[in-house]
């Protein structure tokens, strides 16, 4: 990858991932090479960073205009309704994640760009897929509308690239741990919120029942894990659908206890709510051993490591 020619362009550069995202995309290519862009106004954490544009990523015309204006090479598309909000009104959800991804693979075969990034989620599978180390291929029958929308999105990927060769890739993201900014309405924001709640009132409240097992990962690994699988000569990348990740799989039960060796006084209740239902469908750990065997992936946050630097870096 030629660094000084790529014009990037983030889409949902104010969310939870596409933030740090584009400040590790302008740490490796430039602030100037990297514009992010979102339907809200400009977040603190990338402000004074590199350049800024508003964006609908449903206005495919304002999309492609942007693109050919800043002539844009690659894009990271990250704007999505995530699964607790998207059971709340699952229409709008699938229009969000569809459209705005279609938008973006078409743009992209038009002008012929050069890569494009798209997460998908741990949430493609199902109660029928296996429970523990579920693998990249196996039956995969979703039943949250954003984990239909995510599956659907990496057919879609995969037409994209055999169809037209865009060189789309994407990886399954787990629960992305993180306290630089705050996450948009998913089912494993509950393992963000206990740190926030232990440091300022020494109690959580937690919507999942304490022996919920989720796959997770910190986000440190999952921004590595972005560049790295973005870097990959083309011929390692043997899916453009999407790459299972893994790094850790805890309990409600189990964080708790491990911020506890921080804070003896926190304490942890369990009120399940309608996300229990939505964590259930989802396996408890993932394979990942095609991403360790394309492209070289390997986690390093454990439970015990991202913790200490949670509990370090949050500020209540
Ligand atoms: N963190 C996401 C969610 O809970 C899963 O990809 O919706």
Known sequence: MDIDTEKILVIGAGGQIGGELTLALRKKFGGAQVLASDLREESPLIKGTGPFTTLDALNKEAMHQIVKEHGITQIYHLAAVLSAVGEKQPLMAWNINMTALLNVLEIAKEEHLKRVYWPSSIAVFGPSSPKDNCPQQTIVEPTTVYGISKYAGESW?????????????????????????????????????????????????????????????????????????????????????????????????????????????????????????????????????????????????DLAKMTADMLKNVKP
């Not at 893994?246 to 709510?273: M, V, W």
Request: aromatic share 14%.
């Open 157 to 301: 990927c995969n037409y994209y690239f055999e169809k037209y060769g865009v060189d789309v890739r994407s990886i399954r993201y787990p629960g992305i741990i993180s306290y630089k900014a705050a996450p948009g309405g998913g089912t494993t924001d509950y393992a963000i919120d206990i740190f926030h709640s232990a440091l300022k009132t020494g109690t959580y409240t937690s919507f999942l029942k304490q022996d919920t097992y989720l796959p997770m990962m910190y986000m440190e690994d999952a921004i590595r894990a972005t560049l790295e699988l973005m870097d990959a000569p083309l011929e390692n990348i043997k899916t453009h659908r999407s790459y299972n990740l893994g790094a850790i799989s805890f309990s409600p039960n189990e964080i708790a206890a491990e911020i506890k060796k921080h804070l003896p006084e926190f304490t942890i209740e369990y009120q399940p709510d309608f996300r229990q239902a939505i964590a259930d469908s989802w396996p408890a750990s993932i394979d990942d051993s095609e991403a360790r065997k394309d492209w070289g992936w390997e986690p390093e946050f």
